[in-house]
């Protein structure tokens, strides 16, 4: 094979593995305590419609899609700066003002659906409140709305701000129960330093990065100081060497 054959094998291969699984195999029972969690939270959801009885959609107690993507978050990723209690009742609750005033004002369908969802990412940004589930709740808004219009802004506390509500109160008690911290804590008792670095600076960092959506502050600290150990131990050759022991699941 020639180089520039093989050159383009390696490209080919480089593609195509760029098109496969990005994220490790989940551990033991980890995709089931995420999937009971998030089922069990949807059923509580679906309690309180059952309390509405036939009523139900009129009283504003009905399920909406975007409920599914805020459960996965909540269970499967609850260290997620995504997944903590302010970003999915604010961003969720935000997106649904935006797009009932939209649907309110009368544009198109296209035209709302496109206005919801750019207002809905600018509003959960202002209020530091990110939720990807927040653009599917102002599409969803905007796809029912014969039911807005007939519920005005009553549509945001029920089911949105009602449901989300309780989806986070089940997440609160079920990730405690089993293992995981939920919420994350965004600012350590203690000030510290890990490897030299501030939470100012790790703050910096991650922003930089542009990964602050993606893991915390206190996260991020843990897993330089678990690095910082493991290099420390390798390099002395000795078990002796410092161990930083992450509590259990907190960096999943």
Not at 107 to 112: D, F, K, L, N
Not at 191 to 207: I, K, Y
């Given at each position: 094979?020639?180089?520039?054959?093989?050159?383009?094998?390696i490209?080919?291969?480089?593609?195509?593995r760029s098109l496969?699984?990005?994220?490790p195999?989940?551990?033991?029972?980890?995709?089931?305590r995420?999937?009971?969690?998030?089922?069990?939270?949807?059923?509580?959801?679906?309690?309180?419609?059952?309390?509405?009885?036939?009523?139900g959609?009129?009283?504003?107690?009905f399920?909406?899609?975007p409920?599914?993507?805020t459960?996965?978050?909540?269970?499967?990723?609850?260290?997620?700066?995504?997944?903590?209690?302010?970003?999915?009742?604010?961003?969720?609750?935000?997106?649904?003002?935006?797009?009932?005033?939209?649907?309110?004002?009368?544009?198109?369908?296209?035209?709302?659906?496109g206005?919801?969802?750019?207002?809905?990412?600018?509003?959960m940004?202002?209020?530091?409140?990110?939720?990807?589930?927040?653009?599917?709740v102002?599409?969803?808004?905007?796809l029912?709305a014969?039911?807005?219009?007939?519920?005005g802004?009553?549509?945001v506390l029920?089911p949105?701000?009602?449901?989300?509500v309780?989806?986070?109160g089940?997440?609160?008690?079920?990730?405690?129960?089993?293992?995981?911290?939920?919420?994350f804590?965004q600012?350590?008792?203690?000030?510290?330093?890990?490897?030299g670095?501030?939470a100012?600076?790790?703050?910096?960092?991650?922003?930089?990065?542009?990964?602050?959506?993606?893991?915390?502050?206190?996260?991020?600290g843990?897993?330089?100081?678990?690095?910082?150990?493991?290099?420390?131990?390798?390099?002395?050759?000795?078990?002796?060497?410092p161990?930083i022991?992450?509590?259990?699941?907190?960096?999943?």
């Amino acid at each position: 094979m020639s180089p520039a054959a093989k050159r383009r094998a390696i490209r080919l291969r480089r593609a195509l593995r760029s098109l496969g699984p990005a994220m490790p195999r989940p551990s033991g029972g980890e995709p089931f305590r995420a999937a009971l969690g998030a089922g069990l939270a949807l059923l509580a959801c679906g309690a309180l419609v059952s309390l509405g009885g036939t009523g139900g959609a009129a009283a504003g107690l009905f399920l909406i899609a975007p409920l599914g993507a805020t459960a996965f978050l909540l269970f499967a990723v609850p260290n997620s700066p995504l997944a903590q209690p302010w970003s999915a009742v604010v961003g969720n609750t935000v997106s649904a003002v935006v797009a009932v005033t939209v649907v309110l004002l009368g544009p198109p369908q296209p035209i709302a659906a496109g206005l919801a969802v750019f207002w809905a990412i600018a509003g959960m940004a202002a209020f530091r409140a990110m939720h990807p589930p927040g653009g599917a709740v102002a599409l969803a808004t905007v796809l029912s709305a014969p039911v807005v219009q007939e519920m005005g802004f009553g549509f945001v506390l029920a089911p949105v701000l009602l449901d989300t509500v309780a989806l986070v109160g089940v997440a609160l008690v079920f990730n405690r129960l089993t293992g995981r911290r939920y919420p994350f804590r965004q600012v350590p008792a203690e000030p510290r330093s890990h490897a030299g670095l501030s939470a100012e600076d790790l703050s910096a960092l991650l922003h930089r990065l542009n990964q602050s959506a993606n893991i915390g502050t206190e996260d991020f600290g843990r897993l330089l100081d678990a690095a910082e150990a493991e290099c420390a131990q390798r390099r002395t050759g000795s078990r002796s060497a410092p161990v930083i022991r992450l509590p259990r699941r907190a960096a999943r």
